[in-house]
């Protein structure tokens, strides 16, 4: 929960410092990289979790295998950015900085890390390292928020974004340090009879959660792409900031589908289903009790602290809201579908979302800018809502 609240931080922080068409900037070059990394990453993260938890894996041959996939991932990666580097046209997708000085590697560099820690994370948990998890997200956080500030400070004009990545690689490079250290001095890899390499564990199970997890990106960050090719910078910063922040109240449901996993029982569908309707009903109320608090900080926000640039925000912010809270009510049953193994039904509601928020997309934002944005966005997140109730509702044991 702290490492979420100081994200939020660092996110208002460096919308005010920035501007809206800098911070379009920054909104689109980090979605262009942390969607490559989810390309890369192919479903790994969830696969990598549930194969290391099985006994008998021979877990020295696999992390060899990883490390080979690692190197693949640093060649395709330089071969993918240098591909955008040298079409101008594409830079509705990654922004011109890809095209500043030192920015390429910079964009390698991050890629590379975000890869690596996306899957090594899901390896510390199956080894039951949370707290070395926990406490690395946390410092990166604090930290970036630090030096930021830190940045702010110390500048007599505008911060430059470029500056703005130096410290976001620097972090990332301290954040990979303590992970490998920890997996070369501290983790034990146990030998095994079962060996299995990254290429099977993808063409087994990780495209389906490759599937799952990109779809979704999608349906959260490709109204972004929309608004940088149909409109501009500007608007895209506008309303990157008001959608970023709107996320963090998934914060909640989040937090319920966890704990909804872990509390199931195996064989006793009727009362796992119950578990799921009750927790639909506890996040609908929590998130409707705190709507005042949420909606009086955001005025503030909006409009006294991020600046009058941003005061159009505050209204995108308010209708994200509403979609939301339709959103939420998804997280128990995709929860319940991830425990019950009922994989194809999360995917089936991804693709159903995708579909409407392209569509949506392409026919309301060239007209309405932002706010055809906003629409698709709204009606992507209640195709999704109704999908995966549909399914749960015709998928009783």
């Not at 990166?140 to 703005?164: C, D, K, P, R």
């Not at 410290?167 to 920890?182: A, E, N, P, S, T």
Request: hydrophobic share 55%.
């Amino acid at each position: 929960m702290m490492s979420i609240v100081l994200s939020a931080f660092s996110s208002i922080l460096l919308a005010r410092m920035l501007g809206p068409e800098a911070q379009g900037k920054w909104s689109l070059s980090n979605n262009f990289i942390s969607t490559c990394t989810m390309i890369f990453a192919f479903g790994l993260p969830s696969s990598v979790l549930s194969t290391f938890r099985r006994s008998g894996l021979d877990e020295h041959q696999f992390m060899k295998s990883l490390l080979r996939y690692f190197l693949l991932i640093i060649i395709l990666s330089a071969f993918l950015l240098c591909v955008f580097y040298f079409m101008p046209n594409w830079q509705f997708l990654t922004s011109d900085l890809i095209r500043k000085k030192w920015m390429l590697p910079a964009f390698l560099f991050s890629m590379g890390c975000q890869t690596a820690m996306s899957i090594l994370y899901p390896i510390l948990d199956a080894k039951n390292r949370f707290g070395l998890v926990t406490f690395n997200k946390l410092f990166g956080n604090l930290l970036f928020l630090l030096l930021i500030i830190f940045l702010l400070y110390f500048s007599e004009s505008t911060v430059q974004l470029i500056w703005i990545w130096i410290i976001f690689c620097f972090i990332q490079l301290i954040q990979v340090l303590i992970i490998f250290y920890h997996l070369v001095f501290t983790v034990s890899f146990q030998p095994g009879n079962k060996t299995i390499s990254v290429a099977q564990l993808i063409v087994k199970s990780g495209w389906v959660y490759f599937m799952i997890d990109i779809f979704q990106r999608f349906n959260f960050r490709l109204d972004i792409w929309f608004l940088s090719y149909y409109k501009d910078l500007n608007q895209v910063g506008i309303y990157s900031v008001a959608s970023s922040l709107s996320l963090f109240v998934l914060v909640k449901p989040r937090t319920s589908q966890r704990f909804l996993i872990n509390s199931m029982i195996v064989n006793h569908d009727q009362e796992n289903r119950k578990r799921v309707k009750a927790e639909i009903t506890k996040i609908l109320m929590t998130l409707l009790s705190i709507f005042p608090v949420i909606l009086i900080f955001s005025y503030v926000l909006f409009y006294y602290i991020l600046g009058n640039k941003y005061h159009e925000s505050f209204f995108i912010f308010l209708c994200l809201l509403f979609g939301i809270y339709i959103l939420s009510v998804t997280y128990p049953i995709s929860g319940y579908f991830l425990f019950k193994g009922y994989k194809y039904c999360n995917l089936l509601a991804s693709m159903a979302g995708l579909v409407i928020n392209f569509i949506g997309n392409y026919v309301w934002i060239p007209a309405f800018g932002i706010w055809g944005a906003v629409f698709s966005s709204i009606f992507t997140y209640s195709a999704i809502s109704m999908v995966l109730a549909f399914c749960f509702i015709k998928t009783k044991d």
